[in-house]
């Protein structure tokens, strides 16, 4: 089996494949909200209610 110049394919170079990040559907630009600080998230606690404390005099006059 002879081979003729001209016959033969020309070798093809393939790019390697890299995992890129899927590209977002819309165009929009999503931001991530920033991180809340331990004041801010102790300030969206609920806070404990004060007892109301009524002292009342008693008083042995009459």
Same mark, same amino acid.
């Given at each position: /089996?002879?081979?003729?110049?001209?016959? $033969?394919?020309? =070798? /093809?170079?393939? =790019?390697? #494949?890299?995992?890129?990040?899927?590209? =977002?559907?819309?165009?929009? #630009? $999503?931001?991530?909200?920033?991180?809340?600080?331990?004041?801010?998230?102790? %300030?969206?606690?609920?806070? %404990? +209610? +004060?007892? +109301?404390? #009524? #002292?009342? $005099?008693?008083?042995? $006059?009459?």
């Amino acid at each position: /089996m002879s081979e003729h110049a001209g016959e $033969r394919a020309e =070798p /093809m170079r393939i =790019p390697p #494949v890299t995992e890129k990040e899927p590209e =977002p559907v819309s165009s929009e #630009v $999503r931001i991530t909200p920033p991180t809340p600080t331990v004041a801010e998230i102790m %300030a969206m606690l609920p806070q %404990a +209610r +004060r007892p +109301r404390v #009524v #002292v009342k $005099r008693t008083c042995c $006059r009459p």
